[in-house]
């Protein structure tokens, strides 16, 4: 199994798997700015996710401590997914950017999210993080399940 990069948050029983793709929307994105790339790093996940039989429960979710990118149901499991995009390798890896503050926060978002949706039930918990790398028209996407 790959290390993380220095500073990046992990916990026991950490999985990283990885995948290239390559995506012709890439380059419009990258150019349109941060947001822009963004979005497509989420959209690129989301397909990741579900191409690996995740069913995505919800996106973008906000309340006024912060967003939860992407709720996938794993299994049994409700997975809570932190998604980092970066285009090139210049800035440094997505997953640098995953503190345990980072992580910390997504923890609570986590109990603000199920306040907000009582309806959904879980019998376990799972937050995750996704790196998506942009480099040229190739898309590199690592996924660490069980981050925090």
């Not at 989301?46 to 967003?67: F, I, K, Q, T």
């Not at 499991?77 to 503050?101: D, I």
């Not at 009582?118 to 019998?123: I, K, M, Q, T, V």
Request: net charge positive.
């Amino acid at each position: 199994m790959p290390s993380l990069p220095r500073g990046v948050a992990s916990s026991p029983g950490v999985a990283a798997t990885h995948g290239v793709a390559s995506s012709p929307s890439v380059g419009s994105a990258r150019g349109r700015g941060r947001a822009a790339l963004g979005k497509h790093g989420e959209d690129v996940a989301v397909r990741w996710l579900e191409r690996r039989g995740m069913v995505v429960v919800d996106r973008n979710w906000r309340c006024a401590r912060g967003e939860i990118d992407i709720v996938v149901r794993d299994g049994d499991v409700l997975a809570f997914v932190e998604v980092k995009t970066r285009s090139g390798q210049g800035t440094g890896h997505p997953l640098e950017a995953v503190t345990a503050q980072k992580l910390g926060r997504l923890r609570r978002l986590v109990l603000a999210w199920f306040r907000a949706h009582p309806g959904h039930r879980a019998p376990a918990i799972r937050v995750d993080c996704i790196a998506v790398t942009v480099i040229g028209d190739h898309v590199g996407v690592e996924y660490v399940a069980g981050a925090a």
